[in-house]
């Protein structure tokens, strides 16, 4: 078994921050890569950040520069430091961790998301 949980998600005035966390526990040998995931009512679920050993962090266009992504290795949890909210950020967010399974195996599990909601 393989958990991904995120927390963090609240209402926020635009223009405020929240931070979001996410945590991976289970049957796994190491995290190789974590990454954040939204998706507005109707909408697709989109990328937003993602963070990995190999390729390093990349944002999506529209999050550059307000949000930032970083990982505590030691206990395998992820953090989405979210800054100038706009409404357009309202989402709900999802934590997508992508983990070794055996020393040539890679799967990824994905939390059950957590609610963003910025106000005007």
């Known amino acids: 078994q393989v958990q991904v949980v995120e927390s963090g998600g609240g209402l926020v005035q635009s223009g405020g921050s929240l931070r979001l966390s996410c945590a991976a526990s289970g049957r796994f040998a190491s995290v190789k890569a974590m990454g954040w995931y939204r998706q507005a009512p109707g909408k697709q679920r989109d990328l937003v950040a993602v963070i990995s050993n190999v390729a390093g962090t990349s944002y999506a266009d529209v999050v550059k520069g307000r949000f930032i992504i970083f990982r505590d290795n030691a206990k395998n949890t992820v953090y989405l430091q979210m800054n100038s909210l706009k409404p357009e950020d309202t989402a709900v967010y999802y934590c997508?961790?992508?983990?070794?399974?055996?020393?040539?195996?890679?799967?990824?599990?994905w939390g059950q998301g957590t609610e963003v909601t910025v106000s005007s």
């Open positions: 997508d961790a992508e983990v070794w399974k055996g020393r040539w195996t890679l799967n990824n599990y």
